[in-house]
């Protein structure tokens, strides 16, 4: 390019940068790039402060960037959450009949949450697991009084437990279905007079149910659950 094609497209630059600064002003890359040859202009031993103020409002600006995406990630995660339990909800209302029912705890109830595995403990009066609820199949595991509270380490306070799951109980979870890495263990109440039971959902992903994680929805579901499964044990 010569000298007088250089001055030429630079002055259609100027004019084209005059009538129209958002080109500069909406790209950061040119902006830094001017900032960096005024910097230079001025030597090493002068601080622009405005250089100083556009690198931090910069860095500003990516914090509030990420921290927007996070807090929009975390609305639509819960809300899709919320729908799920919906529909795992209007799904356990269906079943007229009991063996119905546990048929939906161990297929339909799983796809919707998206989880491996399902399984309904109930503690028995006897000392051993009861024979008369083995027949109703390899959803409901019959327990022995206190097997739910030592199965959560005494942990009775909490509604819903969610805790990663290295060494899967043999008796929860048979050897032959595959690993388990993470669990929610939701705690049912059946009333006064009546022995506790308890419903665990398994996953074979180990960051799926986290005790970080929030259980407001688990328990609700859990609550709702246990008023759903009264009707059949009365």
């Known amino acids: 390019m010569t000298p007088q094609t250089a001055a030429q497209a630079e002055e259609i630059l100027r004019d084209i940068i005059t009538q129209n600064p958002r080109i500069v002003l909406d790209a950061p890359e040119v902006m830094r790039a001017l900032l960096a040859a005024h910097d230079e202009t001025l030597g090493q031993n002068i601080?622009?402060?405005?250089?100083?103020?556009?690198?931090r409002l910069e860095a500003q600006l990516g914090r509030l960037e990420e921290t927007n995406r996070s807090v929009i990630a975390a609305a639509y995660d819960n809300l899709a959450g919320t729908q799920q339990i919906h529909r795992a909800l209007l799904k356990i209302m269906e079943p007229t009949d009991f063996g119905g029912f546990l048929t939906m705890i161990g297929?339909?109830?799983v796809d919707i949450l998206r989880i491996d595995y399902a399984y309904l403990i109930l503690e028995t009066q006897t000392q051993s697991p009861d024979p008369n609820l083995a027949p109703l199949g390899p959803v409901v595991k019959p327990a022995p009084i206190g097997f739910v509270s030592h199965y959560l380490s005494q942990n009775l306070e909490a509604k819903v437990t969610l805790r990663?799951?290295?060494?899967?109980?043999?008796?929860?979870y048979p050897e032959a279905i595959g690993p388990?890495?993470?669990?929610?263990?939701?705690?049912l109440d059946?009333?006064?007079?009546?022995?506790?039971?308890?419903?665990?959902?398994?996953?074979?992903?180990?960051?799926?149910?986290?005790?970080?994680?929030?259980?407001?929805?688990?328990?609700?579901?859990a609550t709702i659950f246990e008023r759903a499964l009264r009707r059949w044990l009365t």
């Open 107 to 109: 297929a339909e109830m």
């Open 164 to 172: 990663t799951v290295t060494k899967p109980d043999v008796f929860v």
């Open 190 to 221: 059946f009333g006064a007079g009546t022995l506790p039971g308890l419903l665990v959902l398994g996953a074979r992903d180990a960051e799926q149910f986290s005790p970080a994680q929030g259980t407001d929805l688990l328990t609700f579901f």
């Open 180 to 187: 388990v890495g993470s669990e929610a263990c939701l705690q």
């Open 47 to 55: 601080v622009d402060l405005r250089s100083v103020a556009m690198h």
